[in-house]
């Protein structure tokens, strides 16, 4: 059902889970524990997966925190679950205990912080627009507004598309390259012409590197070719499913 890192397990006063699609009651494509409320799931199926990576958090349902995610270098602050629509943002920082900071994702990075030290945590959703606009710096200073010291803070980042399956065109290539040449890098040779295929997860790793994170650490864990552990956007296109499910990666104050 969950996933944990070691490294975030050893942080004192910490729990937290990188659920897997597997453990809950939504059926066909959706099989069987999405939390995606962007989905079109039945409605209280995802009401009871949610409660249950809720119970294994040991936080009250309503106090696993979503946001509506849309690819941004945006950071929320949460005090408690959210009054009225969720805020547009892709990643939370909090101190409040109790409070389970949840992301969902389908092939984009999710990434779990942590000082255990000040008491702070935080949780993104990066994709490559978020990568690349640079919502882990973002979430890194949020979570020094805190009180939290970068050094201090562990980030894991969890099921991500991995480079064998992350196919890009021409475009998205210049793209980085021409805010960066060094980011060639991170292309590697395609069978399509003028085609490569992006190592999101190496990016994300640089850009916790320059946001001057303690310690940053890769699960090593691909969306697309595990197909029984999780859900992947990608793996769905290709096959002409019309929606897909979404993970849930969250973290609590114990």
């Known amino acids: 059902m969950f996933i944990t890192s070691p490294d975030l397990a050893a942080e004192p006063g910490i729990r937290h889970a990188f659920f897997t699609r597997e453990g809950g009651v939504s059926t066909g494509i959706y099989a069987s524990l999405n939390g995606g409320l962007g989905s079109s799931d039945s409605p209280q199926a995802i009401v009871e997966n949610r409660a249950r990576m809720a119970g294994h958090l040991d936080v009250r349902p309503e106090n696993l925190v ?9 950071v929320e602050v949460v005090n408690g679950p959210w009054q009225g629509d969720k805020p547009k943002a892709d990643a939370m920082v909090s101190v409040a205990p109790g409070v389970a900071l949840g992301v969902s994702s389908a092939d984009c990075g999710p990434i779990l912080f942590a000082d255990s030290e000040a008491r702070v945590i935080g949780a ?7 990568a690349f606009t640079g919502v882990v710096a973002s979430t890194v200073t949020a979570m020094e507004k805190l009180g939290a010291r970068r050094e201090r803070i562990v980030a894991v980042l969890g099921p991500t598309i991995s480079a064998s399956a992350y196919e890009v065109g021409p475009e998205f290539i210049e793209r980085f390259k021409a805010s960066n040449p060094t980011y060639s890098r991170f292309f590697a040779g395609s069978e399509r012409p003028a085609h490569a295929m992006f190592d999101l997860p190496a990016f994300i ?8 994170i303690g310690r940053f650490v890769d699960l090593g864990l691909c969306t697309y070719g595990d197909e029984q552990r999780f859900f992947s956007y990608r793996r769905t296109t290709h096959r002409g499913e019309p929606d897909y499910g979404r993970l849930i990666s969250a973290i609590t104050l114990a």
């Open 66 to 74: 979503s946001l509506y995610q849309v690819h941004s270098a945006d």
């Open 124 to 130: 993104a959703h990066s994709g490559w627009k978020g």
């Open 205 to 212: 790793a640089l850009r916790a590197q320059e946001a001057g």
